[in-house]
């Protein structure tokens, strides 16, 4: 596969999420040693698909274990760029020791090590832990297919999924950009079917994204786009590629970004993204 990809003219990515673990996977099966425990239990640390569960970056297994998958990956098999995913599950919490930070600092530097220099966009992290070690990093929480989630998630946490909230930390998070590592804003959609963002809506997620992020991608089968979902993809693109002078302001719940396009000022204003 990745031999076709290359042949295509385009570089190999694969998903990976090297700190966790399924519960229906042969690794959580075969090796429960290998696991973090709380009070001698597995830590789970995500209800993703069978619900997941840290691995424990102080045993040297699993580090020889991770050095392996990702020497398969990137040399045997040829993959150019990994999305490492959930990382957050190497450090939930200190010790004596080592802090919570360092311990994450830690663990995303073994990442490097292990990729050399091949590509990494970082997800699911701390944005100061990966400072410097990651090509790329998630600057938002997911965005969703809804503006915003169910009213009282806010009640539990502001990073949920949520494409109001994947707006304010990609607008609010911008400083990033360009100096820790690359932003990764999430994806956008332009697509109708199975998506409850309007026409406004999806257009402001994907203009802010092409401004201010330096990973652009959609959420869509391009395959499936109409003649006017093309049209919108190329001016998408060409903000992405050539758009300069980017400035912010935020005034009174209103965020303003402007920018320069073929030597021309241009604005778009976002009415009341961040209040809740």
């Known amino acids: ?14 998903w990976l999420a090297p700190f966790v673990c399924e519960k229906d996977s042969a690794l959580f099966r075969q090796h429960p040693d290998w696991l973090l425990k709380v009070d001698g239990k597995p830590w789970c640390c995500g209800s993703n698909w069978s619900s997941f569960y840290a691995l424990d970056i102080d045993n040297p297994a699993v580090l020889d274990y991770l050095r ?25 919490f200190g010790n004596a020791r080592e802090s919570r930070a360092a ?11 292990w990729c050399g220099q091949k590509a990494i966009l970082g997800c699911g992290v701390p944005v100061m ?65 199975n998506c409850k963002l309007t026409a406004e809506q999806k257009r402001t997620l994907a ?5 201010l992020g330096n990973v652009f991608l ?36 209103v965020i303003t970004i402007r920018y320069s396009l073929d030597e021309k000022r241009q604005e778009l204003r976002c009415s009341a993204i961040y209040r809740e």
């Not at 203009?207 to 401004?211: E, G, K, Q, W, Y």
Request: proline share 3%; glycine share 6%.
């Open 218 to 253: 959609a959420s869509d089968m391009p395959s499936h786009y109409t003649d006017a979902q093309r049209d919108e993809y190329r001016r998408l693109r060409r903000l992405f590629e050539h758009a300069k002078q980017v400035e912010v302001e935020t005034e009174n719940g």
């Open 68 to 92: 392996r998958v990702f020497d398969r990956v990137l040399n045997d098999w040829g993959f150019d760029l990994v999305k490492l995913d959930f990382l957050y599950g190497a450090a939930p």
């Open 129 to 193: 832990p990966a400072f410097g070690l990651v090509d790329y990093c998630r600057v938002s929480c997911d965005v969703g297919l809804d503006w915003d989630d169910v009213w009282y998630m806010r009640l539990f946490h502001r990073e949920r999924v949520s494409t109001k909230q994947a707006l304010n930390n990609t607008v609010f998070r911008r400083q990033l950009n360009g100096r820790a590592y690359g932003s990764d804003p999430d994806v956008f959609f332009l697509r109708e079917e």
């Open 103 to 113: 311990r994450m600092r830690r663990a995303m530097e073994l990442l490097r090590s």
């Open 1 to 14: 596969m990745v031999q076709e990809i290359h042949a295509s003219g385009f570089q190999a990515g694969l």
């Open 207 to 211: 203009t802010v994204n092409a401004l």
